[in-house]
């Protein structure tokens, strides 16, 4: 098993950043990915961004790319979500997801692993 542990949300007003950190108990394998979800009320969850480890690869979607930026430090296992210029629509919690192997990025089911997801509320 691996636990995930999502830290870093918060409130804040439009415009402003957040910085989203996820802790993973241990590495799955050299080839797992880690990847950003977030789920508003009432809708899907929608991939926000992901990791590849072995090809020190990064994905995100077009429509999240400039604002939102993916990292990690292999070292501590921790993966990081940068979040600018903040906008109500991106209220959500965010949810930090491991994979054991590598089958894709973007989809829910790529991933075993799931932590229990950070808040972001971003008022106007």
């Known amino acids: 098993q691996v636990q995930l542990v999502e830290s870093g949300g918060g409130s804040v007003q439009a415009g402003g950043s957040l910085r989203l950190s996820c802790v993973a108990s241990r590495r799955t394998s050299t080839n797992n990915s880690v990847g950003w979800f977030r789920q508003a009320p009432g809708k899907e969850r929608e991939f926000v961004a992901a990791?590849?480890?072995?090809?020190?690869?990064?994905y995100s979607p077009d429509s999240m790319k400039g604002r939102f930026t993916i990292s990690g430090d292999s070292a501590k296992n921790t993966v990081y979500l940068q979040m600018n210029s903040l906008k109500p629509e991106d209220t959500a919690v965010y949810y930090c997801a491991a994979s054991n192997g590598f089958s894709g990025v973007s989809r829910t089911s790529d991933y075993d692993y799931w932590g229990q997801g950070t808040q972001v509320t971003v008022s106007s």
């Open positions: 990791i590849r480890w072995g090809a020190s690869l990064t």
